[in-house]
């Protein structure tokens, strides 16, 4: 069984998400903040993370950078609604930076399925 977080300050998305992915026979955690999430990562082994960009605490370019230095192995699904300079900007930087995957809010849930089932 593989293990999936879900970072999001959401609560909505990430319960949405969180059930979705049950339902698939997915392991899910979940953070709402980037701290939360590290502790999960180095406290379990973690095979992909679905990542909103725009957080409150700590951008989520960021935690793909931290990502990609210190857990390569970690598969990463970036999600935007957008922000000031829109979402296909956030999600091309996060492209650039490491994300195997990106989708833009809302997002069509077989899609993300297809992608993770591609991933793992």
């Known amino acids: 069984m593989k293990n999936?977080?879900?970072?999001?300050?959401?609560?909505?998305?990430?319960?949405?998400?969180?059930?979705?992915l049950s339902v698939e026979g997915y392991t899910v955690y979940d953070a709402e903040a980037t701290d939360k999430a590290l502790e999960i990562i180095?406290?379990?082994?973690?095979?992909?993370?679905?990542?909103?960009?725009?957080?409150?605490?700590?951008?989520?370019?960021?935690?793909?950078?931290?990502?990609?230095?210190?857990?390569?192995?970690?598969k990463i699904i970036a999600v935007s609604a957008?922000?000031?300079i829109g979402p296909s900007t956030y999600l091309d930087m996060a492209k650039k930076l490491g994300a195997h995957r990106v989708f833009n809010k809302p997002?069509?849930?077989?899609?993300?399925?297809q992608a993770i089932v591609e991933l793992t």
């Open 107 to 113: 997002f069509n849930q077989q899609e993300i399925i």
């Open 4 to 20: 999936i977080l879900v970072l999001d300050d959401n609560e909505d998305i990430r319960r949405l998400l969180s059930v979705m």
């Open 42 to 74: 180095h406290d379990t082994h973690i095979d992909l993370i679905i990542t909103d960009l725009i957080m409150p605490d700590k951008d989520g370019l960021e935690v793909i950078i931290e990502l990609r230095r210190n857990f390569p192995d970690i």
């Open 82 to 84: 957008g922000g000031r």
